[in-house]
């Protein structure tokens, strides 16, 4: 018989025991993260302590993340069966959540049951829309993909106002505790007390996505929208179709905001026809997560995913598509490591974190849940995308681009449409399958697609000039909006 518990001895754990010879191997395994445990015991009984954390490219031990995990339990060589233990009910570890239920574990964030409740909720939303009057405290909270994890421009410019104004406190928005947050900040975890208090003490909010759960500005408190990206696909208000619930749900999110931030004239003048944001100021300062692109260096980053410095990467990010929920399968990725000889990190769109599962096979990495896709770029010699917004940010290397789109057609005039033709523009080749992207790769045409990038450049890149954290957060500091 298996017997089951967790424990929080020497951190959250779960530990499975039994009788008879210990099991050959013990593991937990989920989409995006896995553990595996050490196995005690020789003879009649068998431990396996799975501790319900881990570390991941080169950094700390976190919690696991939020989600559902397979536990397998590998049985001897004479293949005896293990059965599984009895169903264990949602338990509280500090840092997570768990239960389990034959060989399924469920974890979840570190909330208290009586507020993961829609009643609890509810009450939480009240106590916050209800709020008296009181001074704010001098505090940024930052919110990076609904909390995903911590990166993009708002990670940015966090790094450079723990430089300018080290005395101002620091809140990160988080799904649960397995992101990890910058130093000297404070996570608080989604739809928990301390994210509901720090979401309206804050006296300024710097996001990158919607603001959601019935956010309500209160008198005196600022929003820098930051947004995530110059736009190619239509958004918003330009979306095809026309739907009054999505109109008004643009303009009532629009209204959040005090300030918007472009990383160009071109990002600037679509951000805000889109978004209704054609009085109130916009920022046009270049991002400032691309300042790495100008003055970093990606020896830590090549570390951390194990590529040794000789090697060639390609970094393959595509966008997400409204038509479906995990990335599209455009390339086979071992495959083309293999006729490219390189190293090949697969990047998911945020959108498809939760409910895709890693890309494997030799010299290929998933780094869809790797926390910065900036420092990504740094280390790609060369980027394969479609239509996401990441071609304004790897631009600023300077390195190759490849376009592989073989749903252009239907992308274009059914899915979303493009604000200009890509085709006539594109600073790289645009091919249809992989056959043509290996061809374009071995070809090397970069002198061919030279004009095109340097017009590129001048359009999109100009203010990318590795100080756009820089000029933001002076900006924040010269209107007041925090105190240092």
């Known amino acids: 018989m298996t017997q089951a518990r967790f424990t929080t001895d020497e951190g959250p754990a779960l530990v499975l025991a039994g009788e008879g010879e210990r099991p050959g191997s013990v593991e937990i395994v989920g989409a995006r993260a896995g553990v595996t445990a050490r196995v005690t015991g020789r003879g009649k009984t068998w431990r396996a302590a799975l501790p319900l954390r881990a570390a991941r490219w080169g950094g700390e031990e976190l919690p696991l993340p939020a989600g559902t995990y397979e536990v397998r339990v590998v049985a001897d060589a004479a293949g005896r069966s293990i059965r599984p233990p009895e169903p264990i009910a949602l338990t509280q570890l500090g840092t997570l959540r768990a239960s389990l239920e034959g060989w399924t574990l469920r974890v979840g964030p570190p909330i208290d049951p009586a507020y993961d409740s829609g009643e609890g909720q509810d009450a939480l939303e009240r106590r916050y829309a209800t709020r008296p009057a009181a001074g704010f405290e001098n505090a940024v909270f930052f919110e990076s993909f609904y909390g995903r994890n911590a990166s993009c421009n708002p990670l940015a410019i966090d790094r450079e106002l723990a430089r300018r104004a080290p005395g101002v406190t620091r809140y990160w928005s988080v799904v649960d505790l397995s992101v990890a947050v910058p130093e000297g900040a404070i996570p608080v975890v989604e739809g928990s007390p301390e994210w509901w208090r720090a979401r309206g003490a804050a006296r300024l909010l710097v996001v990158n996505d919607w603001l959601r759960r019935r956010f309500s500005r209160r008198k005196g408190q600022v929003v820098l929208q930051t947004w995530h990206g110059t736009p190619l696909k239509r958004l918003a208000l330009h979306r095809p179709g026309f739907d009054p619930r999505r109109t008004a ?138 239509y996401s917004s990441v071609m304004f940010d790897y631009s600023v290397t300077g390195k190759p681009m490849y376009f592989l789109v073989p749903d252009m057609e239907h992308y274009r005039g059914e899915l979303r449409g493009f604000y200009f033709d890509l085709a006539a523009h594109a600073p790289g080749p645009m091919v249809r399958t992989q056959d043509e992207l290996v061809a374009a790769l071995a070809a090397d045409d970069t002198a061919k697609y030279a004009g095109r990038y340097a017009q590129w450049r001048d359009k999109f890149n100009a203010r990318d000039d590795g100080h756009a954290a820089e000029r933001v957060v002076a900006r924040i500091l010269d209107q007041g909006f925090i105190e240092v």
Do not use: C, M
């Open 249 to 386: 749900a643009v303009v009532r999110e629009s209204l959040r905001w005090n300030i918007l931030l472009a990383q160009n004239p071109y990002a600037a003048r679509i951000l805000g026809k889109a978004y209704a944001f054609l009085t109130r100021p916009i920022w046009v300062e270049g991002y400032p997560r691309n300042d790495v692109l100008v003055a970093g260096e990606g020896t830590a980053t090549r570390e951390a995913l194990g590529i040794r410095p000789d090697e060639r990467v390609l970094l393959y990010a595509p966008t997400w598509r409204d038509d479906r929920d995990q990335i599209v399968d455009f390339v086979d990725p071992a495959a083309l490591a293999a006729a490219a000889d390189a190293v090949v990190l697969v990047r998911g769109h945020s959108r498809t974190l939760l409910p895709g599962r890693d890309a494997q096979g030799p010299r290929v990495i998933d780094v869809t849940g790797f926390p910065d896709t900036s420092l990504l770029l740094l280390v790609a010699d060369a980027l394969i995308t479609d």
